[in-house]
């Protein structure tokens, strides 16, 4: 099993986190689901996740994570399947963390696992399909000794 992922740092501070720990968080979510593949993580400022997610979601306001899936067709065949982008800010993360009252390395982890979960076909839409998401969020965030996120009431993902 091979897995590439491409940590791109757009953003004013340095990561919290040695680049290392984040490409585990990310590769763990992989493992359960594919034998290869290639992903990018982008760290970026408010403005640039505020922008992205009012040209794709129509939501003006800055967010935690965004996934974009890859466009390249199944039928193209690679060594490392390039399955998309997932963008995480920083800052909201360090601020949910505080309003959440949890670890920062919990909440990054569960954040940066959720995304590469949805680049793997999870989502949170429908009852069901968030239930089985969040199960696998647990069960990722178990491997490295974190709570389980969601024992309170909001789990504040959008």
Not at 52 to 61: C, G, P
Not at 131 to 156: A, C, K, S
Request: glycine residues 4%; negative net charge.
């Amino acid at each position: 099993m091979t897995y590439h992922v491409d940590v791109q740092v757009a953003c004013e501070k340095p990561l919290p986190f040695a680049e290392e720990t984040v490409i585990s968080w990310a590769q763990s979510a992989l493992l359960t689901h594919k034998p290869s593949a290639e992903i990018t993580l982008r760290f970026v400022d408010v403005g640039e996740i505020q922008e992205l997610n009012n040209s794709y979601r129509k939501k003006n306001k800055p967010t935690n994570v965004l996934a974009f899936p890859s466009a390249i067709p199944e039928h193209i065949e690679l060594d490392f399947p390039f399955l998309g982008d997932v963008i995480v800010c920083p800052q909201v993360l360090d601020e949910e963390s505080r309003e959440q009252e949890k670890s920062l390395e919990s909440h990054w982890a569960h954040i940066i696992i959720h995304g590469v979960l949805h680049l793997l076909g999870y989502d949170h839409i429908e009852a069901k399909d968030e239930q089985q998401m969040q199960q696998q969020e647990i069960q990722l965030l178990e491997q490295f000794g974190f709570p389980n996120p969601y024992n309170e009431e909001d789990d504040h993902l959008e």
